[in-house]
Nanobody, 122 residues
Framework: QVQLVESGGGLVQAGGSLTLSCAASGRTFSTYAIAWFRQTSGKEREFVAGINWSGGRTYYADSVKGRFTISRDNAKNMVYLQMNSLKPEDTAVYYC???????????????WGQGTQVTVSS
């Protein structure tokens, strides 16, 4: 089992930056792919970025490519999402998730954090 806790959300102006952190517990963390998803009220959960178990492969939604960077530190059981050049449309609750499959389909992820709110003002 893996427990995930996100942090680092907040209010930022458009063009600004934030770094989200996902702290994981569980000895098998390093065997899981991790992804960040986001969701706004009334909309389906949207894939943002993912990283494989070793950190050697990353993948991004087109909407964030070139602006967001996902990374992980398996020694610390941490995953990060560096978000630059933020836009108002990036406003959402951001979730980290752990799964064996590792792709952009949220149904492939077994463990989820509680989410952290990111608000980007124009």
């Amino acid at each position: 089992q893996v427990q995930l806790v996100e942090s680092g959300g907040g209010l930022v102006q458009a063009g600004g930056s934030l770094t989200l952190s996902c702290a994981a517990s569980g000895r098998t963390f390093s065997t899981y792919a991790i992804a960040w998803f986001r969701q706004t009220s009334g909309k389906e959960r949207e894939f943002v970025a993912g990283i494989n178990w070793s950190g050697g492969r990353t993948y991004y939604a087109d909407s964030v490519k070139g602006r967001f960077t996902i990374s992980r530190d398996n020694a610390k059981n941490m995953v990060y999402l560096q978000m630059n050049s933020l836009k108002p449309e990036d406003t959402a609750v951001y979730y980290c998730a752990a799964g064996r499959g590792g792709n952009s389909d949220y149904t492939n992820y077994d463990y989820w954090g509680q989410g952290t709110q990111v608000t980007v003002s124009s």
